[in-house]
């Protein structure tokens, strides 16, 4: 079992940065790919970025790139996600998720491919 919290969430204004943590717990975390997802009111769960045990591949989605930045510090056991230039349509509940993989370049973007779950953590952005 792996336990996922995510912290980091608040208000902010539009242009406006936030940096999330997801501090993880239970088996080894270096052996996990990591990748954070969002859901908006209405609106089904939507692929942010991954990042491989290495932290060598870092796919992210379109609307995020050159924006967000995912890393992870595998001595905390925790992934980030550094949040930049942050506009109203980023609101959503920001949750990261443990995928087990084989190999130190595994990523995963398909909520499906995930093992576990955090809970999530609010981000609203306001105009």
């Known amino acids: 079992q792996v336990q996922l919290v995510e912290s980091g969430g608040g208000l902010v204004q539009a242009g406006g940065s936030l940096r999330l943590s997801c501090a993880a717990s239970?088996?080894?975390?270096?052996?996990?790919?990591m990748g954070w997802f969002r859901q908006a009111p209405g609106k089904g769960r939507e692929f942010v970025a991954a990042i491989s045990w290495s932290g060598g591949f870092t796919p992210y989605a379109d609307s995020v790139r050159g924006r967000f930045i995912i890393s992870r510090d595998n001595a905390k056991n925790t992934v980030y996600l550094q949040m930049n230039s942050l506009k109203p349509e980023d609101t959503a509940v920001y949750l990261c998720?443990?995928?087990?993989?084989?190999?130190?370049?595994?990523?995963?973007?398909?909520?499906?491919?995930?093992?576990?779950w955090g809970q999530g953590t609010q981000v609203t952005v306001s105009s």
């Open positions: 998720a443990a995928a087990a993989g084989e190999t130190s370049y595994y990523v995963a973007r398909e909520a499906v491919e995930y093992d576990y």
């Open positions: 239970g088996r080894t975390f270096s052996r996990y790919a």
